[in-house]
């Protein structure tokens, strides 16, 4: 028995370009990981410091009564936001660097690892990092493994890299339970306007992956290939959810696909939820059984307006910017909020983009000043730019970014400051 400490850092994005919600979220591949091992007889201690605003001084408390073998800090907070995370490891660093000393082996899971191992490692000071989905390397780290495809450790005076990313099944994940009082403290509903939350939400994961390859997403080193959970095994992890008090769900999926029997089952439940999608997906029926299953947030990708511009991010849209605006509008018939997303290409002419935007508004449909594309290592992005990701990826990237965008979208308050400003540096 291998005792497994999993902890979820206490974020703070002050002067970074994070994309994602700040607000807490449930830690999903820990939460995953832990399931797996608890399964295996291995005793686990979770520490969402985010969730429970926990000092450094509370998690060393926490690990010295526990006595873990094993810690494991991730790097972005939760799976929802692995493929839009923070660039820079300033958090877990600190929390690495504040729990070094209190267990033999320290553990990095996330997806600077994944796309940049060496450099994640030495940066972090931990003793391995796991590349891709993390929840099966973990169990088998628990298990007394060490050399296996999807880490990377120190060998003697060098770095090895065992193989690449790694991915699971996912398609056999039981139902999640997580503990009462993480959920009583979940108040936080993402992606949620339509209303003021009157009681708890949650996260969910009914499929993981996407079918397409669009440029500008960081998918392709963990989550990538498209699966999904059987829609009974995704409605009893929710009974379970519900029966904790709940009232809303997001569907954290790369892409949430027509599922009438999914749907059909959430119906029944007289819960809300909320999904992120591509609207060209969605046939009009569809998406009225989608309004009628509960669905009171559609977050949906269009990214650019032109038939060259959502070419140019490999969008694969079969539809015009005219039949896209249109299943908007039906979308919204059904749905309290739609949201149109769109990113700054060259493509696209900036009136234009304006007087669409206050369309769509007028349709009750809220469309974002189009977002800089940052492009984040492991998409297809930044490879046309520069290639396979090296040791110093994250910064050339953060820097390309800070020098290409004098202004930032209205998703982003703040400007960025470079990396090196944000991360504790550390000795090469």
Not at 223 to 231: D, G, T, V
Not at 284 to 294: K, W
């Amino acid at each position: 028995m291998t005792r497994v400490a999993l902890i979820n850092p206490n974020w703070d994005f002050g002067g970074s370009i994070y994309f994602g919600c700040r607000s807490p979220h449930l830690p999903l591949e820990l939460g995953i990981s832990e399931h797996y091992l608890k399964a295996a007889g291995h005793k686990t201690l979770l520490l969402d410091a985010h969730m429970f605003d926990l000092s450094l001084a509370d998690i060393e408390a926490e690990l010295r009564a526990f006595g873990p073998d094993q810690i494991v800090i991730t790097t972005a907070p939760t799976y929802l936001f692995w493929r839009c995370a923070p660039p820079e490891l300033r958090v877990p660093q600190e929390l690495a660097m504040g729990v070094r000393d209190l267990a033999p082996i320290l553990v990095a899971v996330g997806p600077h690892g994944s796309t940049v191992p060496k450099a994640a490692l030495r940066k972090l000071g931990t003793d391995v990092v796991v590349m891709g989905e993390c929840e099966a390397s973990l169990l088998r780290l628990a298990n007394g493994e060490r050399d296996f495809p999807g880490l990377c450790f120190a060998d003697g005076a060098s770095l090895r890299v065992n193989g690449g990313p790694q991915a699971v099944a996912f398609r056999d994940q039981p139902p999640l339970d997580w503990p009462e009082e993480m959920i009583r403290r979940h108040h936080h509903h993402h992606h949620r306007f339509e209303a003021e939350p009157q009681a708890p939400g949650a996260e969910v994961e009914s499929s993981r992956g996407c079918p397409y390859n669009c440029t500008f997403c960081a998918k392709e080193n963990f989550r990538n290939a498209y699966r999904k959970r059987p829609p009974s095994v995704v409605l009893e992890e929710i009974d379970g959810l519900r029966h904790q008090g709940i009232e809303y769900v997001y569907f954290i999926d790369e892409i949430f696909l027509p599922n009438a029997e999914l749907l059909e089952g959430l119906a029944t439940r007289g819960l809300k939820f909320g999904v992120q999608t591509r609207i060209d997906l969605w046939k009009p029926d569809m998406l009225a059984l989608l309004g009628g299953a509960g669905c009171v947030s559609i977050e949906a990708g269009i990214e650019s307006l032109t038939v060259e511009g959502r070419a140019a991010l490999a969008k694969n849209c079969k539809m015009t910017t005219d039949q896209l605006a249109e299943r908007l509008v039906e979308a919204r018939r059904h749905v309290p909020f739609v949201q149109a997303n769109l990113i700054e290409v060259p493509e696209d002419d900036d009136p234009i983009v304006q007087r669409w935007r206050r369309t769509m508004q007028d349709a009750g449909i809220w469309a974002n000043d189009p977002v800089p594309l940052y492009p984040y290592p492991g998409s297809p992005d930044y490879q046309k730019l520069w290639g396979e990701p090296d040791d110093f990826a994250w910064e050339r990237a953060h820097r390309h970014y800070l020098a290409m965008f004098g202004q930032f979208s209205d998703v982003q308050n703040d400007r960025p400051v470079p990396l090196e400003a944000l991360e504790l540096q550390v000795a090469s």
